[in-house]
């Protein structure tokens, strides 16, 4: 894995983290479709980033994050339920740009 891919990786995740902060707010329903579609893809880029990296666990928790806001299937909840989601997945998505790293560097 090269530091290159991890690079566009913490890029993408402090992308992800502004778009979902910014959901909190009153938008068109149509800024929470390309949401799903951002963080997901940001979430399953970031799960094969981890699998070169030999992280296991942070594949299975961006696993799940791509899971819940996938857009082909929705899953549809409420909008203070969303709020909570999205501000704990904002937070895992920062710890995950320190904690997927390749294997042997600090």
Known sequence: MTKE???YRNIAMVISVFMLLLAVLRLPYGYYVFLRW?????ALFSAWVAYECKRK???FVMGG???????IIPIHLLKGTWIAIDFIVA?????????????GKP
């Open 57 to 59: 666990f942070w594949v």
């Open 91 to 103: 937070v895992v998505l920062l710890a995950s740009i320190f904690g997927i790293k390749p294997e």
């Open 65 to 71: 994050i791509a899971i819940l806001f996938n857009p």
């Open 38 to 42: 951002a963080v997901s893809a940001t």
């Open 5 to 7: 891919y991890v690079g």
